[in-house]
């Protein structure tokens, strides 16, 4: 089998489910020794929170130890550690083995997330002011603690990648306050990382998922991957839902790119990125949410939402000129 990130170091801060799983396994198959971190450990779970059902974070089944095996069982190196992203003192540690076990660090994929039990469907006057502030505690700050002690050991190599892991391909207002800052906060974050590490050569990249078919995701809609098809009649946009190992692809295809750095600074999809480098999903197929989305109406809505966001700092005459052309089109 082919690996071409033979000999890399790679930290996967979140995977011990979900995407951030999909993601260490594929890099560990690609050849990169990987790291997985996350709270949920055989020894030890969080806290318990807030959550209900399979988003209930403490009760998940899942840990970084079973990531790790599952990277092993499948030709793979791992090495399991639990840690809190919001502690400094956990991440300077998980930092400090790094070096002492590898002396460098290729590929970071920021995949902490945490945020499903926190949000609320209620407008942000009404939203758990603590619920709300967790997230962004959960969600970003994590991120910038983790990159800000992990990045000087990535500069130490000759190249390499760092990965943003959001929601949603655009800038449209994700449905709630708290949710909307964390997902569009991490690709301001990519964005500004890149300027930074820009003449450093390490690139810094923003991803996302489609409808992805995570752990609790099954749960939630009572299948198993075996069976997730069933699923649909419940949703019908199942139907292009993607495994976590799809956007594990699209890291891993990103990590072996040798021009790689050319894609600095700029927000990526798994559909778009399958389209460029050719992966598959895990039974051969190729889901494409953003085309799915594009048809359907919350996808129109959506690039609405996005082009509204983009005219926040357009010249109100220059507006008025768009607008008038779109009428005269219509």
Same mark, same amino acid.
């Given at each position: 089998?082919?690996?071409?990130?033979? /000999?890399?170091?790679? +930290?996967?801060?979140?995977?011990?489910?979900?995407?951030?799983?999909? $993601?260490?396994?594929?890099?560990?198959?690609?050849?990169?020794?990987?790291?997985?971190?996350?709270?949920?450990?055989?020894?030890?779970?969080?806290?318990?929170?807030?959550?209900?059902?399979? #988003?209930?974070?403490?009760?998940?089944?899942?840990?970084?130890? *079973?990531?790790?095996?599952?990277?092993?069982?499948?030709?793979?190196?791992?090495?399991?550690?639990?840690?809190?992203?919001?502690?400094?003192? *956990?991440?300077?540690?998980?930092?400090?083995?790094?070096?002492?076990?590898?002396?460098?660090?290729?590929?970071?994929?920021?995949?902490?997330?945490? &945020?499903?039990?926190?949000?609320?469907?209620?407008?942000?006057?009404?939203?758990?002011?603590?619920?709300?502030?967790?997230?962004? *505690?959960?969600?970003?700050?994590?991120?910038?603690?983790?990159?800000?002690?992990?990045?000087?050991?990535?500069?130490?190599?000759? /190249?390499?990648?760092?990965?943003?892991?959001?929601?949603?391909?655009?800038?449209?207002?994700?449905?709630? @306050?708290?949710?909307? +800052?964390?997902?569009?906060?991490? $690709?301001?974050?990519?964005?500004?990382?890149?300027?930074? +590490?820009?003449?450093? !050569?390490?690139?810094?990249?923003? +991803?996302?998922?489609?409808?992805?078919?995570?752990?609790?995701?099954? *749960?939630?809609?009572? @299948?198993?991957? /075996?069976?997730?098809?069933? !699923? @649909?009649?419940?949703?019908?946009?199942?139907?292009?839902?993607?495994?976590?190992?799809? @956007?594990?692809?699209?890291?891993?295809?990103?990590?072996?790119?040798?021009?790689?750095?050319?894609?600095? &600074?700029?927000?990526?999809?798994?559909?778009?990125?399958?389209?460029?480098?050719?992966?598959?999903?895990?039974? !051969?197929?190729?889901?494409?949410?953003?085309?799915?989305?594009?048809?359907?109406?919350?996808?129109?809505?959506?690039?609405?939402?996005?082009?509204?966001?983009?005219?926040? #700092?357009?010249?109100?005459?220059?507006?008025?000129?768009?607008?008038?052309?779109?009428? &005269?089109?219509?």
């Amino acid at each position: 089998m082919r690996r071409p990130l033979e /000999g890399k170091v790679a +930290l996967v801060a979140g995977a011990t489910r979900g995407a951030g799983r999909g $993601i260490a396994l594929e890099l560990g198959l690609a050849g990169a020794h990987v790291y997985c971190t996350g709270r949920s450990s055989r020894e030890r779970t969080p806290a318990p929170g807030p959550g209900k059902g399979p #988003f209930d974070l403490a009760h998940r089944p899942e840990t970084i130890e *079973e990531t790790a095996e599952l990277v092993r069982a499948a030709g793979g190196s791992a090495t399991p550690m639990r840690v809190d992203h919001g502690s400094i003192e *956990e991440v300077e540690a998980l930092v400090g083995r790094i070096d002492r076990e590898r002396g460098h660090l290729d590929v970071l994929v920021n995949d902490v997330w945490g &945020g499903d039990e926190l949000s609320e469907e209620k407008p942000f006057w009404e939203h758990d002011l603590d619920k709300g502030l967790l997230m962004l *505690e959960r969600a970003v700050h994590t991120h910038i603690i983790t990159s800000r002690h992990a990045v000087p050991l990535v500069l130490r190599g000759k /190249g390499g990648l760092v990965v943003e892991v959001t929601d949603g391909a655009a800038m449209y207002y994700r449905g709630n @306050v708290f949710y909307d +800052l964390a997902k569009a906060g991490v $690709i301001r974050l990519a964005f500004a990382m890149s300027e930074e +590490l820009r003449d450093r !050569g390490v690139a810094v990249v923003a +991803l996302t998922p489609g409808f992805l078919r995570s752990e609790a995701m099954l *749960e939630y809609f009572g @299948v198993t991957e /075996g069976t997730w098809r069933d !699923g @649909v009649a419940k949703d019908p946009n199942f139907a292009v839902s993607e495994t976590p190992r799809y @956007v594990g692809r699209a890291v891993a295809a990103l990590a072996a790119d040798p021009q790689v750095r050319l894609r600095s &600074g700029r927000g990526f999809s798994t559909w778009q990125l399958q389209a460029e480098y050719g992966f598959t999903d895990v039974d !051969g197929s190729s889901p494409d949410w953003g085309a799915h989305a594009a048809a359907s109406g919350f996808g129109r809505e959506q690039a609405e939402s996005d082009r509204r966001f983009r005219e926040m #700092f357009v010249p109100a005459p220059a507006r008025r000129r768009r607008r008038k052309r779109r009428k &005269g089109r219509k």
